[in-house]
């Protein structure tokens, strides 16, 4: 498998411009090949798609579609894409409600910014291994 292939093809999903421009900057800088964003749920289930998405990186709280209930589509019409919840709110019932969507994971912005780059590589891992 050559290098290009072996990274996931990730898609961006958040309402706020800087942060989505901010996090694409740290997943590139990460080596890892973001190929599209998106700036709600219902925008983000089109190119999940239409860019072969490995996995997502998405915020919770956004209009038209929230990312938990883009999560469940995104479940339901490609289970091998992973879904990483990435929200500012660190609460048990949010958490809690992510798992249930089938989120891979779920990080808190302004807690675990620097994790982000190997979670989305964990879950590339996990759905390779499915």
Do not use: C
């Amino acid at each position: 498998m050559d290098s290009v292939s072996s990274r996931p093809r990730v898609l961006v999903v958040d309402d706020e411009r800087r942060t989505l421009d901010g996090l694409q900057i740290l997943l590139r800088t990460a080596g890892l090949n973001v190929v599209a964003t998106a700036d709600d749920g219902d925008d983000a289930l089109h190119k999940v798609d239409q860019f072969d998405i490995d996995v997502v990186v998405m915020d919770i709280r956004m209009p038209r579609m929230d990312g938990v209930s883009a999560t469940r589509h995104i479940g339901r019409q490609r289970p091998q894409t992973k879904v990483i919840l990435f929200t500012a709110f660190d609460s048990s019932f949010e958490q809690a409600t992510a798992k249930d969507a089938g989120a891979a994971g779920y990080l808190v912005k302004a807690r675990d910014e620097g994790l982000l780059p190997d979670a989305v590589r964990s879950a590339f891992g996990a759905a390779a291994e499915a």
